[in-house]
C-alpha cells in the first residue's frame, strides 16, 4: 500500500537547476524521514541527501553540498529535491526513500539499508 513516486526529471544542459518530487501515500508521512539517492549506469546506489520528519535538519552527501537541497512539505505529503548548478556526473536515476526507524531525537541516515520503502525512480541527464 506504501507508493512514493518521483517526478521532475529530465533532460538539461550544465550549469543548470532540476527540481525532483516525492509524492508519498500510504504511510503517515509526519512519521519518516527521508532520503533521496542515485544511481549511474553500471554503479551502485548513491546517498545524496536526507531530511528529518519535521524538515528542521538535513544531511547532504559532499559531493552535492552548496548545490542541492532537500526540502518537505507535510501537508502535500511530498519530499523535494532542489538541484542547482548541474554537472555531467549528477546523472542518473534518482530515487526518493523512506526510512521508518524510531528516534527519540534526531537521526538520519546515509545507508541504503536503513530505508524501508522506494520509490521506482525517475531520470536526470544533465549534457556537457
Known amino acids: 500500500q506504501v507508493q512514493l513516486v518521483e517526478s521532475g526529471g529530465g533532460l538539461v544542459q550544465a550549469g543548470g537547476s532540476l527540481r525532483l518530487s516525492c509524492a508519498a501515500s500510504?504511510?503517515?508521512?509526519?512519521?519518516?524521514?527521508m532520503g533521496w539517492f542515485r544511481q549511474a549506469p553500471g554503479k551502485g546506489r548513491e546517498f545524496v541527501a536526507a531530511?528529518?520528519?519535521?524538515?528542521?535538519?538535513?544531511l547532504n552527501a559532499n559531493s552535492v553540498k552548496g548545490r542541492f537541497t532537500i526540502s518537505r512539505d507535510n501537508a502535500k505529503n511530498t519530499v523535494y529535491l532542489q538541484m542547482n548548478s548541474l554537472k555531467s556526473e549528477d546523472t542518473g536515476a534518482y530515487y526518493c526513500?523512506?526510512?521508518?526507524?524510531?528516534?527519540?531525537?534526531?537521526?538520519?541516515?546515509?545507508?541504503?539499508?536503513?530505508?524501508?520503502?522506494w520509490g521506482q525512480g525517475t531520470q536526470v541527464t544533465v549534457s556537457s
Open positions: 526513500a523512506a526510512d521508518r526507524t524510531y528516534s527519540s531525537g534526531t537521526y538520519l541516515s546515509r545507508n541504503a539499508a536503513t530505508y524501508d520503502y
Open positions: 531530511i528529518t520528519r519535521s524538515g528542521g535538519d538535513t
Open positions: 500510504g504511510l503517515t508521512f509526519n512519521n519518516y524521514r
